[in-house]
């Protein structure tokens, strides 16, 4: 049977994307990892509550309620643990977050925070940066930082 | 032939930044120092094609037409934690329009005081509806064409951005969710358009005043807000008549109010509008009757992400330009959209997309010229974006 050149151009992509994701083949990709949510030390906040890190980690809340300026650091959109943080405590997957930061990028209401490329590089950010939030997997090395409970 | 070596210079230009994109991406990210200093530079580069079974809609589409191309390339700055600075140039060609004419789309100053308040003051992108304001970001949505009820692209030219001011702010309500707000005053120049064989050519045009607020609650129910956008321009035209009248001078007050809903959570996009504007001509001398005209349009959408490559949308849309009038097909536009956008990697995308169309209200022309073409038509798009 002959084929649409639309049904062949989307079977292309199917496979381009598929091979990938390594979907087919490969393994199923791991499940996201837990993780735990980071300050400094010297942060006096000891939990906050999702909603907060939802407005803190998409911007719309940029201090502390002491006044000091909230600095949220993000993983890499492949992360597993910024999979599961984004489904938890912002409620969307990292694509809907990506599409909430291109509208703001593109329209000129915002940037997204800075990403960094693994646990380490969080807590390293946390620890040197006043103000900064950020999250780990579970079992990450924290190095001095403190882990503040979500509500 | 300028046109065409103008429109390969966009190209490579364009081209060349969505190469460079992964290295420049990786870039910014590092870039916020420990006192929130932070610069961050952003592209896309869309290219489209557009085919309808009958009627031209946008460009020549009966024919197939790729005049349907976009490219933007920003870079904002966050100078202190409440103060940032941004630029984004822009060009894009949708037939006879923008013809790739390179332009500030926005430039800002901001500084935001509390969370509640903020101000910014530059050439900026205006608030209306969920949409407006990234209605010519292909990757910031699932459709490659917003409906066109409440996003014509007839507006693009002169509805998308204002210079002048704007107060902004997020105010939480405790458990009643929090507010976002935007309210917002300026001028809109315009250039005047290319014309050729009419009547009375333009000699003058623009939008010396334009005030409007957008107020969006964010539920409690994570994801769902509600809002409402309200905004009111003054157009003003001015024309060369045959002597001995000389000048035509033609002034429009322009009110628009939208009702909007959104729930965005976890895979799923629901989405409607509703709205209405109402638009008072007056002509001098009085070569047509002072009018007054209300239309009225809408729409309802839906987009869940299926897979992290693959979003399906649809939409139903409808538009009345005259709310009074809604017999004939020049005097509706239904339009019943599905698209598939694939995400084939963390910097492009490629959108199919086809629409039913029933009306003609739409198109360009006058009615009488609309009320003649195909009623039932069909229009296919395929577009694809880069992005860093």
Avoid at chain 2, 101 to 125: E, H, P, Q
Avoid at chain 2, 178 to 187: D, K, M
Avoid at chain 2, 208 to 234: H, K, N
Avoid at chain 2, 282 to 297: K, Q, R, W
Wanted: charged share 20%; proline share 7%.
């Amino acid at each position: 049977m002959l084929r649409s050149p639309l049904s062949l151009l989307i079977a292309g992509l199917v496979a381009a994307t598929s091979s990938r994701s390594g979907a087919g083949t490969a393994p199923p990709a791991p499940a996201p990892a837990a993780f735990r949510v980071i300050v400094a030390p010297s942060n006096r906040v000891d939990g906050v509550d999702r909603r907060f890190l939802l407005e803190a980690f998409l911007r719309k809340t940029t201090v502390w309620p002491d006044g000091q300026p909230l600095r949220p650091v993000d993983q890499p959109a492949d992360s597993p643990t910024r999979r599961r943080f984004s489904q938890d405590a912002l409620r969307r997957p990292v694509s809907g977050v990506k599409e909430y930061w291109l509208q703001a990028i593109f329209s000129g209401r915002g940037v997204p925070p800075p990403e960094v490329d693994s646990d380490a590089e969080v807590v390293k950010f946390v620890l040197q940066t006043a103000g900064a939030i950020g999250y780990v997997s579970s079992d990450a090395a924290l190095g001095g930082a403190k882990v503040v409970s979500v509500k | 032939m300028v046109v065409g070596r103008r429109w390969v210079r966009s190209l490579l230009g364009a081209a060349s930044l969505v190469l460079a994109a992964p290295t420049a991406a990786r870039a910014t990210e590092p870039a916020a120092d420990a006192h929130g200093r932070d610069i961050q530079f952003h592209g896309f580069v869309s290219q489209g094609f557009l085919k309808t079974t009958a009627n031209d809609y946008l460009v020549d589409s009966s024919r197939g037409s790729s005049e349907f191309s976009e490219a933007g390339f920003n870079a904002t700055a966050q100078l202190t934690d409440k103060l940032r600075v941004g630029l984004q140039l822009f060009a894009f060609d949708l037939g006879a329009i923008g013809n790739f004419t390179v332009k500030a789309d926005w430039y800002y100053l901001d500084y935001r005081v509390r969370d509640w308040l903020g101000v910014r003051a530059g050439r900026l992108k205006i608030a209306y509806g969920l949409y407006n304001d990234v209605s010519d970001i292909d990757a910031a949505r699932a459709p490659a064409l917003l409906p066109s009820s409440v996003y014509p692209f007839t507006n693009r030219e002169y509805l998308l951005a204002q210079t002048g001011g704007e107060l902004y702010g997020y105010a939480r309500l405790g458990r009643g969710g929090a507010l976002e707000y935007r309210a917002y005053a300026g001028a809109v120049p315009l250039e005047v358009p290319p014309q050729t064989g009419v009547a009375v050519p333009i000699t003058g045009i623009g939008v010396p005043y334009i005030a409007g607020f957008r107020l969006m609650w964010e539920t409690p129910l994570d994801g769902l807000r509600i809002g409402g956008s309200g905004v009111y321009l003054r157009v003003e035209a001015t024309g060369m008549l045959p002597p001995p009248l000389a000048t035509l001078t033609a002034k429009a007050n322009e009110y628009a109010g939208l009702g909007s809903a959104e729930y965005a959570a976890h895979d799923l996009l629901l989405a409607a509008e509703y709205g209405q504007t109402r638009v008072e001509n007056h002509y001098n001398p009085m070569l047509v009757p002072d009018a007054t005209v209300v239309s009225e349009g809408g729409y309802v959408m839906s987009a869940y992400r299926a897979r992290p490559w693959l979003q399906p949308a649809v939409y139903y849309s409808l538009v009345y330009p005259n709310r009074n009038i809604r017999d004939g097909r020049e005097n509706v536009q239904h339009d019943v959209s599905g698209t598939l956008r694939f995400d084939i990697n963390e910097f492009w995308i490629v959108k199919l997309e086809a629409h039913y169309m029933r009306g003609t209200a739409s198109l360009a022309g006058a009615p009488q010229m609309r009320a003649v073409l195909p009623e039932n038509w069909g229009l296919f798009v395929l577009k694809t974006t880069a992005y860093f």
